[in-house]
């Protein structure tokens, strides 16, 4: 038996929980599809998004290390599969729709630029006089209007819904102007499980990727009561070698009570606010999905101490610093000279300003060709 769309609708209808998104009931999408006679809606976005352009771009893009400091740490592209897959756990134990919270979770970092928040930092301030820069929303204009896939229109032409969830991706550091999006409401649980487990993934492999590049000591972390926990959990005593097979097994605990955490106090939520429907979550005054009070507490003490001792460690400001000093040069110099664009983006200065197409430019590129660039124009000796 073929299982087609409709065979899979009447799936997600029968197993799915009240409060989850369905594909049959999306609100569409702003250009007019014939549907899939194979795949849901959102599994459509989803597939959509995994073939896009900047989704491969993020191969090369940094999440917290530069890639020439080693082939072991996270990427982006690394990081937003780690995200998709803790918002399938998360999801699939909520009874909520996967499938579109994979898609928001896919799509999530698509506009980051090169050289993580440092690159999004710099960007933010070249643009301060022309509407700033946020990845998120940038993530937003790559899937409306960047990715040129399509003959009938621009973007992907997602769903209303796996739009929604995009431009309502919240974290502590960034929020989105959800204009047209009923900005009134909260998102989806779909979307606000991409919130958290965004969050679980960069609180794992941060302390894994920081404490593989020595940035500090497992020491240091003994302050911390979730590091004495899970050393007890996973049976290490502080006093036999820290070896890596002993940090694997602390960063999954780390993961998996994360999950649990979230998922028990998530459902306890549903259920004593009574939120059996889509719309009474998205109406209701706060998100409900997250952290238990006593496990958020311990969970933001480790946050804390990963940008004390980790995101301010000299090296990674060092490479901040070098980030953001060849960023700025090459919006500077083709803000200067928008000659000096390639052929393929310089069409666009018809349909938007000057900055806007730079940091267009300079936000879909890599590291890697991002220093390629800034060689070709600075150094001399380079062939352009």
């Known amino acids: 038996m073929i299982y087609k769309r ?12 009240p409060y989850a998104l369905k594909s049959a009931d999306s609100q569409g999408r702003a250009y007019p599809e014939a549907e899939s006679t194979s795949r849901t809606a959102f599994e459509r976005d989803r597939d959509r998004i995994i073939h896009t352009t900047a989704f491969r771009r993020l191969e090369y893009k940094t999440q917290v290390f530069v890639f020439y400091e080693g082939d072991h740490y996270r990427t982006r592209l690394t990081h937003t599969m780690e995200v998709a ?26 506009g980051h630029a090169p050289f993580g928040h440092a690159g999004e930092h710099i960007l ?32 992907l032409n997602l769903t209303y819904e796996t739009r929604e969830g995009m431009i309502k991706h919240e974290t502590a550091y960034d929020k989105s102007d959800a204009s047209g999006y009923a900005p009134e409401k909260r998102a989806s649980l779909e979307a606000q499980i991409a919130n958290l487990a965004d969050e679980i993934a960069y609180n794992g492999h941060d302390l894994d990727d920081g404490l593989r590049a020595e940035l500090f ?59 059996d429907t889509a719309a009474k979550i998205q109406t209701h005054s706060e998100n409900i999905v997250g952290y238990s009070p006593q496990f958020g ?22 490479m901040q610093f070098k980030a953001e000093r060849f960023i700025s040069e090459l919006f500077n110099v083709y803000m ?16 938007e300003p000057l900055p806007r197409v730079i940091t267009d430019y300079i936000a879909g590129m890599t590291d890697r060709y991002a220093l390629d660039e800034w060689q070709k124009i600075f150094n001399p000796y380079e062939r352009t």
């Open 6 to 17: 409709e065979q899979r609708e009447a799936i997600e209808a029968a197993t799915l929980a």
């Open 85 to 110: 897959q803790l918002g399938r756990s998360l999801a699939r134990g909520l009874g909520v729709n996967h499938d579109l919270t994979e898609a928001i979770c896919l799509a999530h970092d698509l």
């Open 124 to 155: 933010n301030q070249l643009m301060a006089d022309y509407g700033g820069f946020n990845h998120n929303t940038q993530s937003f204009r790559v899937v409306t209007e960047l990715e040129e896939r399509y003959p009938e229109f621009p973007g």
């Open 217 to 275: 000591t497992v020491d240091e972390l003994s302050s911390l009561a979730i590091w004495r926990e899970l050393m007890e959990a996973v049976g290490w005593d502080g006093k036999r070698p820290f070896t890596p097979i002993i940090r694997h097994e602390i960063i999954r605990e780390l993961i998996g009570r994360s999950i649990t955490d979230v998922l028990q106090q998530t459902a306890t939520y549903l259920d004593v606010l009574n939120l």
């Open 297 to 318: 507490v311990k969970i933001q003490r480790l946050k804390q101490f990963l940008y004390e001792r980790m995101y301010r460690h000299y090296r990674l400001m060092r």
């Open 336 to 351: 200067q000279h928008p000659t000096m664009l390639p052929d393929s983006h310089r069409p666009r200065l018809s349909q």
